[in-house]
C-alpha cells in the first residue's frame, strides 16, 4: 500500500514496523512478570514527549518557529502539539527575536508566572546574544535577567535547528531528577537572579 508524502518527490511506501518509533521506555529491571525502575524516569519520559511550549516571540525568528509548527516540520511530533500563552499552563519558554530593555521586564514577569518544573530555550543570535543590535536599546542576550537551558544559534535558526534544540531541551527534561528544581545548585541560580 503507498501513501502519498506531499513534500517527497518520490512516494513511499507506508510502513508501520519501520517507519513508525515508539517511545523508548525508560531504564530498569525487567523478569518474567514484572518491570521496574525509577519514579524520576517515568516522570521524566512523560514530562520530555508533553512538553507545552510559550512561544515568546518578537521579530523574524517568531516566522521560523511558525514554520517550525506548520505540517512540514510539525512540532506536534514531539507531543508539543498544545502552544499556550498562558505561562501558568506552560512549562517551556521559547523566547525567539530582539528582546529590547523595554521588553526585559515582561519577559522576566512571564517566566515568573510559570510554574516549576520550567525550562527556557533561547532561540537565535538576538535573543541569546543581542544578535546584530549592539545598541543601547537591546537586551544583549536574555540570560542577563533569567536563566537559559538551551541555545540555539542562527539568524534566523532554521526549522531543523529549532527541533534540534528542542530535542535537546527533551533530553534534559527527560533526565532531570523530580527534585532537581529543590537542589541547592538550582536554588542558587535563581538566587543570583533575584529570583526567590
Ligand atoms: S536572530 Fe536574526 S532572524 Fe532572529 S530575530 Fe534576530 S535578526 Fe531576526
Not at 523478569?31 to 512538553?51: C, E, P, Q, Y
Not at 525568528?61 to 516540520?73: K, L, N, P, W
Not at 519558554?93 to 517566566?111: D, E, F, H
Request: aromatic share 10%.
Amino acid at each position: 500500500m503507498s501513501r502519498p508524502v506531499r513534500f517527497n518527490i518520490y512516494q513511499k511506501e507506508a510502513d508501520a514496523k519501520t517507519a513508525v518509533s515508539m517511545t523508548e521506555a525508560p531504564e530498569g529491571y525487567t523478569g518474567d512478570g514484572f518491570f521496574t525502575t525509577k519514579l524520576s524516569d517515568v516522570v521524566g519520559l512523560a514530562r520530555k514527549n508533553s512538553i507545552w511550549p510559550l512561544p515568546f516571540a518578537t521579530s523574524c525568528c517568531g516566522i521560523e518557529f511558525m514554520a517550525t509548527m506548520g505540517s512540514h516540520y510539525d512540532l506536534a511530533r514531539f507531543g508539543s502539539e498544545r502552544v499556550g500563552f498562558s505561562p501558568r499552563q506552560c512549562d517551556l519558554l521559547m523566547v525567539m527575536g530582539t528582546i529590547a530593555k523595554k521588553m526585559a521586564p515582561v519577559l522576566r514577569q512571564v517566566y515568573l508566572q510559570m510554574a516549576e518544573p520550567r525550562w527556557v530555550l533561547s532561540m537565535g543570535a538576538c535573543a541569546s546574544s543581542g544578535g546584530i543590535f549592539d545598541t543601547y536599546s537591546v537586551l544583549q542576550g536574555i540570560d542577563q535577567i533569567i536563566p537559559v537551558d538551551i541555545y540555539i544559534p542562527g539568524c534566523p535558526p532554521r526549522p531543523e535547528a529549532v527541533l534540534d534544540g528542542f530535542m535537546r531541551i527533551q533530553e534534559l527534561v527527560g533526565q532531570e531528577s523530580i527534585r532537581r528544581r529543590n537542589s541547592e545548585q538550582y536554588k542558587g541560580l535563581l538566587e543570583s537572579y533575584g529570583i526567590q
